[in-house]
């Protein structure tokens, strides 16, 4: 049964069917850009008006995958309707920078967001890809914020946010956004072939996952000061904060040996692969759950769960890190994981309409739909889809 997860017209309807479940409720003729606030149960629009930066740029990286593995129609065409939101709806030609925030085509939070920006940059990768016109220039015009304004040369790494105009920036330094821009750097360099965007990710990639967890026997913190020092007391009340939570994060682990085999697989690192099986390992030793199965959401020092709900996105993730790992090392135990992974989504995350739930209790049960801002469109499970796609 387990070998139906490795075959291609298997992964591809799966992408269909998160695809789906956002199409085409989710395109907005009126106001432009998409509606992905939609119940996870029933598919219902819950608001209609918040358009996240983050959500707008996933949307066109689905459309675009879809494009690329599925029939043209209608994903080509619904990823030029959000580029083109992406343009005139979250662009500020005045600043160069692209709103966090709109409600329907008005903007309620213009603040310049590394994260965000990240994902912008991989939009227009995978919309160059796609043959999306004007797309090559998005990519090199993103490239260029992000190094005018985010890039830290002595550190290479990025900092994290600033105001509207980029007049102050926060003295946060987070490891998740720099992650981000490792992923877009690394789908620049495979859209356009430049090797600008491939030292970038290397640069960025040995930084985070070398030399700073390195101070941390391997592991991964999220959260550092200015200086990029390590800031061991950031949000600890707020342990299960959406973006930025307390302690160690398994899906971040995971996630970053999947990037790292990607890494490896572009540019061949010498150590990439080792620290992409370091972190994989870590990941699923201190975050499988092997009562009720799926990764914890964050674990301490100890490597005892913090915060024990289930998240779709680790999970979705974890099936990535094995499928390019099983490719670059040739290593049974990581189809192992890759049949456990898709296992477990298919019994406990998949929602009736298709859709991965975002988020279950430990015992797996599924979580009501949260009725803010959303940002995952089916983005993460769609991903998984794309990385067992090329890499098995």
């Not at 992406?86 to 030609?93: M, T, V």
């Not at 391997?218 to 020092?229: F, I, P, Q, R, V």
Request: hydrophobic share 35%; glycine share 10%; net charge negative.
């Amino acid at each position: 049964m387990a070998d139906q997860y490795r075959r291609a017209d298997w992964l591809v309807d799966r992408l269909r069917d998160v695809l789906t479940f956002y199409y085409p409720t989710g395109i907005d003729e009126e106001k432009g850009g998409y509606i992905v606030q939609l119940d996870e149960e029933t598919g219902e629009i819950y608001d209609a008006e918040s358009k996240h930066l983050v959500a707008t740029t996933r949307y066109v990286v689905n459309c675009c995958l879809g494009a690329r593995f599925d029939d043209q129609e209608p994903w080509l065409d619904a990823a030029e309707h959000g580029v083109e939101f992406l343009r005139e709806g979250h662009f500020d030609p005045e600043t160069g920078g692209y709103d966090w925030l709109l409600e329907g085509a008005e903007t309620v939070d213009r603040k310049r967001v590394c994260y965000g920006h990240a994902f912008v940059l991989l939009a227009y990768a995978r919309a160059h890809e796609a043959g999306i016109d004007g797309a090559r220039e998005g990519i090199e015009g993103t490239y260029d914020l992000l190094m005018e304004h985010f890039w830290e040369p002595a550190h290479h790494l990025c900092q994290s946010e600033f105001d509207g105009d980029f007049a102050e920036a926060s003295a946060y330094r987070g490891q998740n956004a720099n992650m981000h821009t490792c992923e877009a750097m690394l789908a620049a360099h495979e859209a356009t072939g430049e090797a600008r965007y491939l030292d970038r990710a290397r640069e960025i990639a040995h930084a985070l996952t070398v030399d700073l967890a390195g101070e941390h026997d391997g592991l991964l913190w999220e959260h550092y000061t200015e200086s990029w020092d390590h800031d061991m007391e950031y949000n600890r009340e707020k342990p299960k904060d959406l973006f930025r939570p307390w302690g160690y994060q398994p899906g971040h682990h995971i996630e970053w040996a999947k990037l790292l085999a990607i890494l490896d697989r572009d540019a061949e690192v010498e150590w990439a692969i080792d620290r992409a099986e370091e972190l994989f390992e870590i990941a699923v030793e201190h975050g499988w759950d092997d009562e009720y199965g799926g990764l914890y959401y964050t674990f301490d020092r100890d490597g005892e769960a913090i915060v024990d709900d289930k998240y779709g996105w680790p999970v979705a993730e974890g099936i990535g890190a094995a499928a390019a790992l099983s490719e670059r090392t040739g290593d049974d135990t990581y189809l192992s994981w890759y049949d456990r992974f898709w296992e477990y989504t298919q019994d406990h995350l998949t929602a009736p309409g298709g859709n991965v739930y975002f988020k279950l209790t430990r015992e797996n049960d599924p979580i009501d739909t949260d009725e803010g801002p959303a940002v995952e469109p089916g983005y993460h499970p769609i991903g998984a889809c794309f990385e067992g796609l090329r890499s098995l």
